[in-house]
């Protein structure tokens, strides 16, 4: 799901009180994002109590701003309002799935 600076609070920070929300801080010009995004979808999309969100940094600074994003891809993981993992850069698919992993035990 697409998330915006107006709609972060809901969608990520109420929802990870539910579910580990996964969000991903990317932007169209970024090569390397686009080559994570594919194993990121994936590996997500195997969980079920997992949610992927997408935060673009261009359109919404106000939430890379918050969570000090200097560098991208960006991925953390929100669980009870909190980041609890987070790692940056392309990384393959069994890696996003340890962060996944640990982040729900």
Known sequence: MEVTDANFKEKVIEASKEKLVVVDFWASWCVPCNMLAP???KAVDSYDD?????VNIDENPKSADEYAINAIPAVKMFKDGKVI?????VVPEDTIRKHIDKALE
Do not use: D, P
């Open 85 to 89: 993992s987070e790692f940056t850069g």
């Open 39 to 41: 194993a990121l979808e």
């Open 50 to 54: 997992v949610v992927l969100a997408k």
